[in-house]
């Protein structure tokens, strides 16, 4: 059974930094993307970040939306199949709840972030709160 199991969300005050984790179980990593989505209230799902090593470098491709790009950095720990999305200079704006999701690419090669439909595992989220 696949599971998805986001944690370290929380409050924080605006240039503060959070870790979120995202703990996988059930698949291992190499042939899927794990992407970061939030969504705020009233306003739709929208993707964050993205890693994957299906074309097998040891870092994996990473792709950031620009809102974040400068601030957020996403990383994979295959032997734990856990990915991590540091998030740093945090702003207001980046309230949300934050989801992990998995999409199956196989040997191919990602080249974006992809929208929440392409995704087929999520976790229950965790709640970011940054405050001015």
């Known amino acids: 059974e696949v599971q998805l199991v986001e944690s370290g969300g929380g409050l924080v005050q605006a240039g503060g930094s959070l870790r979120l984790s995202c703990a996988a179980s059930g698949f291992t990593f190499d042939d899927y993307a794990i992407g970061w989505f939030r969504q705020a209230p009233g306003k739709e799902r929208e993707g964050v970040s993205c890693i994957s090593t299906s074309d097998g470098t040891s870092d994996g491709r990473t792709y950031y939306a620009v809102s974040v790009k400068g601030r957020f950095t996403i990383s994979s720990d295959n032997a734990k199949n856990t990915v991590y999305l540091q998030m740093n200079s945090l702003k207001p704006e980046d309230t949300a709840v934050y989801y992990c999701?998995?999409?199956?690419?196989?040997?191919?090669?990602?080249?974006?972030?992809?929208?929440?439909?392409?995704?087929?595992?999520w976790g229950q989220g965790t709640q970011v709160t940054v405050s001015s």
């Open positions: 999701a998995s999409r199956y690419v196989g040997p191919g090669v990602v080249t974006t972030i992809g929208l929440p439909y392409e995704y087929d595992y």
